[in-house]
């Protein structure tokens, strides 16, 4: 029986010993639950403080563009106001003259779980049709390749003409179609860095990417400065535009990276305050709109095609993402000011408003996809998108001249 007894103890002892001993503490570690690490990157809403709509212009907030998410179709955006249409992809909005007037607005993002993961709050404000009817406001709208083509700035002066005003004058030095009452100061490739401090004393001669600065002019000592009383003296009989806009960004942050756009984006942000501070000290009194940079092409195809592997279109839409949110903290609640955000980045259709061709799916096939093929420029439609947002805008400002 002791035999029988000491065998068994000792078959005991080796099923059911660990191989490799554990100390006291590693024991309680492996007992503890994982501890879970909160989101680096919680998704972010970025609407403005204020949509602006018009009646008989579409207005839409588009989901993507205003929420930081590689796919938005993992969330179901979800919008509390007592106008508009609820889509898959949008909210949008199209008002009638009965309907003036401000009106609250709330977008809720919500989880597989049903639970609201991400809220924020603005305002829908529609603006008279007749806001700024037959007034004559003169605007100068400096801008990058987006404002160069010059399809924006023509589509707000036809508004301003079908829409009962603002009897739009359009002033700048640029004219890059050669179309009548289409100036401006866009240049395609050019960053607030170089509106600001670019100088060249033949400024507006040569390849449109190698001229100096407009604003920049030799002062008595030879050095440049910035003169925006002589530019209003040359392109403007003299007098302050009653209108800036400026609507740069792509260039500033194409290329920034996770760890270098907050350095990338205090940089355009300084040089825009300089713009800024240039024209108010001429003209304290002159409304200046912060245009946000839009989002990108909604697929990678986009950038493929237009830049190879040179960026992302999830880095650069966190690019583009964070300088909306940064202009928005630092040019917001600044109306007293004369300063103002212009919601440019909510109106676009990205997925289909920027351009697009057929190709072959690939080398063996002769079967055909539709690719979007440019990554920052979006099409006619878009551009025209972009106008509509800008001339809802200029309505609003139109609209607080006529009550003063």
Known sequence: MNTRFTLSLLLTLVLFTPLYPTTAGEEKATAEPETKTEAKDPLRLVLPPIIYAVPGIETSVYFDNVSLSINPANYVFDVHCNRGHLQQERWTYTP???????YKFTLNVIDQNNEIIASQDSRLRVVPTAAGKNKPVSILMIGDSLTHNSIYPRHVRQLSQNFQGPNLKLIGSHNPKDEEGVQHEGYGGWTAV???????ENARQGYY???GSPFLYAGEDGKPELDFPRYCKEFNDGKAPDLVTIFLGPNDVYSATDETIGERTKTMVKHLDILVKMIHDFSPKTKIGLMLPVPPAASQDAFGTTNGRGQTRWQYKRNQHFVVEQMSKHFGDKTDQQIFLVPTHINLDCAHNYPAVKVPRNAQTTEETVRQNNAVHPAAS?????????FCWIKEVSKQENAK
């Open 96 to 102: 009638d003259e009965k309907e003036i007037g401000d």
């Open 194 to 200: 170089r509106f600001a401090t670019h100088f060249k």
């Open 209 to 211: 990417r190698e001229r």
């Open 382 to 390: 878009g551009y025209q998108q972009i106008g509509n947002s800008l």
